[in-house]
């Protein structure tokens, strides 16, 4: 069995600034972990995804999630927000053994101040 | 990757109709999934479509009602029957290149999404 919360369902902070997204999984196997984006009227686009490799991981547009097991996170972390962040983000747990599903969390909007 | 187109992108249909959509991939791919995303919601599996066989639906999901068809490797189709409102929601296919079986450390990749409202 598996799940995923993400803690926020909506974050906002100002253009410059850091951004922090934040993901609890639970998971009865090694789990693969998966940030998605989604901008208004597009399709999902993978930012970044753990698979038992390196915790820190990196992804596009300067976005980085860490994965910590004993705390089993994956936060979704960027330095500086830019404008073009604006979307709809969504971490996804799935299991390293087989083809089990992926599950979703319900979805963190991103709003970034001008 | 792949890349995935599905049409059409977007449709409004009468209650009662029938709508289907395609979902196109530039590559030859084992694994392809159909989802729901309904206004304001996240991601919901309906099911495995598998080439040569029957879909795999999941729990609350009927193949009365979400009819698919993999013809080949590259190709499939989804048909929301017999719409109602609560049909309105955004329907996208994802794959698996190549001969991923998904899960694991195989990567979802999702087509743009067909967004249907029901009147």
């Known amino acids: 069995a598996q799940s995923v919360t993400q803690l926020d369902s909506h974050v906002s902070v100002s253009e410059g600034t850091p951004v922090l997204l934040r993901c609890n999984y639970s998971s009865s196997y090694s789990p693969s972990l998966f940030w998605y984006v989604q901008h208004p009227n597009k399709g999902l686009q993978l930012l970044l995804k753990?698979?038992?490799?390196?915790?820190l991981v990196k992804g596009i547009n300067g976005f980085e999630a860490e994965f910590k097991k004993s705390e089993t996170s994956f936060h979704l972390t960027k330095p500086s927000a830019h404008m073009s962040d604006a979307a709809e983000y969504f971490c996804v747990v799935t299991s390293n053994f087989g083809n089990e599903k992926l599950t979703f969390g319900t979805g963190t909007r991103l709003t970034i101040i001008p | 990757s792949a890349v995935i187109s599905q049409k059409p992108s977007r449709d409004i249909c009468q209650r009662g109709t029938s709508l289907t959509i395609q979902c196109q991939v530039d590559?030859?791919?084992?694994?392809m999934f159909w989802y729901r995303q309904q206004p304001g919601q996240s991601l919901t599996l309906i099911a495995t479509?598998?080439?040569?066989?029957?879909?795999?639906?999941e729990s609350g999901f009927v193949i009365d009602k979400f009819p698919i068809s993999r013809p080949n490797l590259t190709f499939s189709t989804l048909t929301v029957s017999n719409m109602s409102p609560e049909d309105s929601s955004i329907y996208l296919c994802?794959?698996?290149?190549?001969?991923?079986?998904?899960?694991?450390?195989?990567?979802?990749?999702f087509g743009p999404g067909t967004r249907l409202t029901v009147l």
């Open positions: 590559s030859q791919v084992t694994m």
């Open positions: 479509a598998n080439q040569g066989s029957e879909a795999t639906y």
């Open positions: 994802s794959v698996v290149p190549g001969q991923g079986i998904g899960g694991g450390t195989d990567t979802q990749y």
């Open positions: 753990y698979t038992s490799a390196a915790t």
